[in-house]
């Protein structure tokens, strides 16, 4: 007789770059965070130097891994991931992360009873067991000038600063979210046809802000679910490793998403917003400086990094051992036209 396999209800793609002693934790929670359900796992990792991949090979055979040559980001991994996808639905998990018993099934029963649905995430927690908020709406000019401009130092509670973090909004039921963490995302197959998820032309940051705003395009909805727990150990390598030079990053991806999406006077009109914003920002820096409530030398990394988006050039601070992936449109050179 032939043998039987039951089919896959989902994949679980995880991206590691030298984070091995959060990833055993996070492979070895899905022993039973997948219980009830058909899982495939899916480890892409980013030429670790911390033998990751063996590490999976060896206690986690269960796991299929990728083992890329050099680190080719977050969106290029995943990607990497989504070809070997099986099964209805697609897990997008970080490796920082334990996932309580029955998680990722109650996921798969919400997309299962909810075909209107997308993605749904589930209850993201601190490790101390305290709720974290870390879900937003996507970015529109209100938000973009309430949170991302020096609005936001003269009026840091303003109402936008609150509906963008959604800090008004209740977690004790399910509720719609543009813009979860992709720390922790479900998403169902067929909303993402072919063998692409994520725009490489947003290697880090920016890539699930893309995936969302493409599926609020179509008329897609994500949903949070307040059953299922999922334990997250937040920055931990990626984006962790960028410093404080990330918040310059973020800008300029910032201003990428708006040229691709609202077009190029869009992201002119914002580029010019944040540099009068990075100008003011230096200005009160100086006097600062001048009372004596700031050294010199905090003002000149202040220039430094400020100057990257005033002078509108896409160069990134991006991890050590990061490899770029050069955008495939002709005008990347610059962020203005």
């Known amino acids: 007789m032939e043998r039987q396999t039951v089919p896959i209800d989902v994949t679980i793609a995880i991206v590691n770059w030298n984070t091995r002693a959060l990833l055993e934790q ?3 929670s899905l022993s039973e965070g997948v219980t009830g359900i058909s899982a495939k796992i899916v480890v892409v990792d980013n030429a670790s130097k911390d033998r990751s991949a063996e590490i999976v090979r ?3 055979p269960q796991a299929t891994v990728m083992a890329n040559e ?15 996808a099986e099964g209805r639905y697609f897990l997008l998990l970080n ?9 990722v099934a109650v996921m798969v029963q919400f997309l299962d009873k909810t075909p209107e649905a997308a993605g749904v995430t589930c209850k993201l927690v601190n490790p101390d067991g305290t709720f974290q908020r870390i879900y937003t709406r996507l970015p529109s000019w209100r938000y973009v000038l309430a949170v991302h401009t020096v609005v936001r130092s003269f009026w840091p509670q303003n109402r936008f600063v609150r509906q963008f973090y959604m800090e008004d909004d209740l977690f004790d039921r399910v509720i719609a979210v543009e813009q979860p963490s992709a720390s922790c995302l479900m998403i169902r197959r067929a909303a993402f046809p072919g063998s692409v998820l994520f725009d490489e032309r947003f290697p880090i940051l920016f890539n699930d802000t893309d995936l969302y705003r493409r599926l609020r395009d179509q008329g897609g909805t994500f949903y949070f679910l307040p059953e299922g727990e999922v334990v997250h150990y937040r920055g931990a390598g990626g984006v962790g490793q960028m410093g404080d030079d990330g918040i310059i990053d973020y800008l300029i991806c910032l201003v990428r998403y708006y040229r691709k ?3 190029w006077i869009a992201a002119s009109v914002l580029w010019t917003l944040l540099t009068i914003s990075s100008i003011l920002s230096l200005a009160g820096g100086l006097i600062k400086v001048m009372l004596g ?6 003002l000149r990394h202040e220039y430094g990094r400020r100057f990257r988006l005033v002078r509108g050039c896409e160069r990134f601070v991006y991890p050590p051992g990061f490899i770029p992936h050069v955008p495939s449109w002709p005008e990347s050179q610059g962020l203005t036209s």
């Open 293 to 298: 409530l700031r050294t010199i030398g905090w």
């Open 26 to 28: 996070c492979l070895a």
């Open 95 to 103: 490796p920082d992360t334990i996932v309580r018993p029955g998680a």
């Open 261 to 263: 999406h609202n077009g």
């Open 70 to 84: 050099a680190n080719l980001g977050f969106a290029r991994g995943n990607n990497q991931a989504y070809v070997q």
């Open 58 to 60: 060896d206690r986690f």
